[in-house]
């Protein structure tokens, strides 16, 4: 059963004196979070009064969040997006989606469970347990097909993966 909310990030500090806060993303960028109307707090429903990037980070001002005080309030809680909320672009996934998914080869056999998603400069490598571990760069030459309806990721291997 896919989690009807997923991490958007934590709150790390807050940012100036008007109440607003900054917010690491937990995803792929801060962009992406940026046109979120709602985000979830402590499971609580926080209307975003305004969103804007700023150095890799999301500047949030919750509405009913006026001045520093409020904002400190808010310091290192994680938030949350509702699923329904989000677009993503075809043939992107959420990497909760993906994590406990079977991984076979392209003869069916099976390689192992998709247990990590690492996030590396050159890109991100899936971590497969299987009788051994794998990293698999998460790149079209060996990732050959994702169906996250059947929880299965076909890949090519090489020797040494």
């Given at each position: 059963?896919?989690?009807?909310?997923?991490?958007?990030?934590?709150?790390?500090n807050?940012?100036?004196?008007?109440?607003e806060?900054?917010?690491?993303?937990?995803?792929?960028?801060?962009?992406?979070?940026?046109?979120?109307?709602?985000l979830?707090?402590?499971?609580?429903?926080?209307?975003?009064?305004?969103?804007?990037?700023?150095k890799?980070?999301?500047?949030v001002?919750?509405?009913?969040?006026?001045?520093?005080n409020?904002?400190?309030?808010?310091?290192?809680?994680?938030?949350?997006?509702?699923r329904?909320?989000?677009?993503?672009?075809?043939g992107?996934y959420?990497?909760?989606?993906?994590?406990?998914?079977?991984?076979?080869?392209?003869?069916?056999?099976?390689?192992?469970?998709?247990?990590?998603?690492?996030?590396?400069?050159?890109?991100?490598?899936?971590?497969?347990q299987?009788?051994?571990?794998?990293?698999?760069?998460?790149?079209?030459?060996?990732v050959l097909?994702?169906?996250?309806?059947?929880?299965v990721?076909r890949?090519?291997?090489?020797?040494g993966?």
């Amino acid at each position: 059963m896919k989690q009807p909310f997923l991490e958007a990030g934590k709150i790390v500090n807050t940012f100036g004196i008007r109440g607003e806060v900054k917010l690491q993303p937990w995803c792929d960028s801060a962009e992406f979070l940026k046109d979120f109307k709602t985000l979830y707090i402590d499971s609580k429903p926080r209307t975003v009064a305004s969103a804007r990037v700023h150095k890799d980070m999301l500047i949030v001002r919750f509405e009913g969040v006026e001045d520093v005080n409020g904002a400190m309030l808010l310091k290192n809680k994680v938030a949350y997006f509702a699923r329904e909320d989000a677009r993503l672009p075809e043939g992107r996934y959420f990497i909760a989606d993906l994590i406990g998914s079977d991984v076979v080869d392209e003869n069916g056999a099976v390689v192992g469970k998709l247990t990590e998603v690492l996030d590396l400069p050159a890109g991100q490598v899936y971590v497969v347990q299987g009788e051994t571990e794998h990293t698999i760069p998460a790149v079209p030459e060996f990732v050959l097909g994702i169906d996250p309806g059947e929880n299965v990721i076909r890949v090519h291997l090489i020797e040494g993966m």
